[in-house]
């Protein structure tokens, strides 16, 4: 279903978890503009928290993320502190109620169990938080054992997610993660037998050495978990910007066509198993949350992915953590050290962000439903929030994607076709001034 256009596949766009995009973030913004935002929480305001461990007991060589390996356990013990720390001084401000945490990494599992549940525990009486908040917990599978499974369940966390990627051993060992589908079999059994039952495994496809083989055999032995949710990224390989990714052979990467071939079959086999398709790169089980939440035009899109997580304000709390409030993006101080230093200095450690116009809350908009809904209705948003000055840009590059059959005009609203899907970030980049020109070229 998916065709190959090899002048679109290959064009650079954001992931569009946020719009401003991250990497227009600047250091002007500090924890007095993040201050002030907490404080413009209004009492009960539905709130999510994202909380960052950046640690791992070994560094993968293709992870993107902000982490480093553990090594002495005591640096867990001082990173704790100062998240508690961190936790007291944003709950001096803020008086919205707290409806989900979501702990990510880094892997979360990298503590040890029973700071793990002090960890919820101090989240749960520190905030005013619903009764039984949704917790969700990112997890490495290697590191899983009974007694954390046993401070999950303790601890009311109701969704885990795995990091599998691949269990084509000649990939895993190409990108320096060794891990047995019997390691992934037995961690999902025990949380589940916890009764964390809702289980999300990540996939990637593009890997080295990888081919649709590969891809195949590893979404095989997925489906045999039945897991709830499935993503499958595709690996972006940025040694300038993560230079651990040196350490992968960049002459054994896929060739575009065939990484674009690899996402594509990943997509068919798993609609074929039932799995409904979730934005770009998601897919989950039709009674999931998620996809209720894309049936329902209620997805949402937020630093975490695609999420049904209906709250719009995420605090982050941690190093490198991003808060989403109406107004303002804010990140933590990324490095854990400096982190720390503005913990005890401030109490707060936003390090740089972006102030959010009302005209980039309307293109956020209109990215955000494009790429959950797969439609988008400019009129309707432009009554709410006012003009676009650049609506006949956008829709000049609208209908050369739309010659291409990636999109089209129905009534008021631009709907993307089936065979759009693998191009949704190009066309929601349309409605970015920073990004478009690529896509008007393509
Ligand atoms: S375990 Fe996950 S977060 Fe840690 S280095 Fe590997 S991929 Fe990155």
């Not at 002030?36 to 709130?47: K, N, T």
């Not at 599998?164 to 390691?183: D, K, L, S, Y």
């Not at 961690?187 to 964390?196: K, P, W």
């Not at 503005?342 to 450690?349: C, D, F, P, Y």
């Amino acid at each position: 279903m998916h065709a190959y256009l090899p002048a679109l596949a290959d064009q650079p766009v954001p992931r569009y978890t946020s719009y401003p995009t991250a990497d227009r973030f600047h250091d002007g913004i500090g924890p007095v503009d993040q201050s002030r935002a907490l404080e413009a929480i209004g009492s009960d305001a539905p709130i999510s928290l994202y909380v960052h461990i950046p640690y791992c007991r070994e560094i993968c060589w293709y992870c993107g993320c902000n982490t480093q390996a553990l090594g002495r356990p005591e640096r867990l013990v001082g990173y704790v502190e100062s998240l508690e720390a961190e936790i007291a001084a944003v709950c001096r401000r803020v008086r919205g109620r707290v409806h989900s945490i979501h702990f990510g990494g880094g892997s979360p599992n990298a503590l040890p169990p029973v700071a793990f549940e002090n960890l919820v525990s101090r989240l749960r009486a520190s905030f005013d938080c619903l009764e039984a908040p949704e917790i969700a917990v990112e997890l490495d599978p290697r590191l899983i054992d009974p007694a954390f499974v046993s401070a999950l369940a303790r601890s009311g966390a109701g969704r885990a997610s795995l990091g599998v990627q691949t269990f084509a051993a000649h990939v895993q060992e190409a990108i320096g993660r060794i891990q047995p589908v019997e390691t992934v079999r037995n961690a999902v059994a025990m949380l589940r037998e916890a009764g964390v039952d809702a289980i999300n495994i990540d996939l990637l496809y593009g890997l080295p050495g990888q081919d649709i083989v590969d891809i195949e055999d590893t979404i095989e032995a997925v489906l045999a978990l039945r897991p709830n949710r499935i993503a499958l990224f595709g690996y972006a390989h940025v040694p300038h910007m993560m230079p651990r990714q040196r350490a992968i052979d960049a002459t054994s990467l896929p060739d575009a066509e065939a990484r674009f071939r690899q996402g594509a079959r990943g997509h068919d086999r798993l609609v074929a198993a039932g799995y409904r398709a979730i934005g770009f790169d998601h897919f989950a089980l039709p009674d999931d949350p998620l996809a209720i939440a894309a049936r329902a035009g209620t997805l949402r899109r937020n630093f975490q992915g695609f999420t049904a997580d209906p709250v719009a304000t995420v605090i982050g709390l941690g190093a490198s953590a991003i808060s989403q409030f109406d107004g303002l993006l804010a990140q933590n101080e990324k490095d854990v050290g400096r982190y720390r230093t503005a913990v005890r200095e401030t109490g707060l450690a936003c390090g740089r962000g972006i102030v959010r116009t009302a005209e980039d809350r309307m293109r956020g908009e209109l990215i955000e439903r494009l790429l959950c809904d797969g439609t988008v209705d400019v009129d309707a948003v432009e009554q709410r929030h006012g003009p676009l000055p650049d609506r006949e840009l956008i829709e000049a590059g609208l209908s050369i994607f739309a010659a291409r059959g990636l999109i089209q005009p129905e009534h008021q609203s631009w709907i993307l076709a089936a065979a759009g899907r693998p191009y949704a970030r190009l066309v929601a980049s349309l409605f970015d001034p920073a990004y478009r020109i690529r896509g008007q070229r393509s």
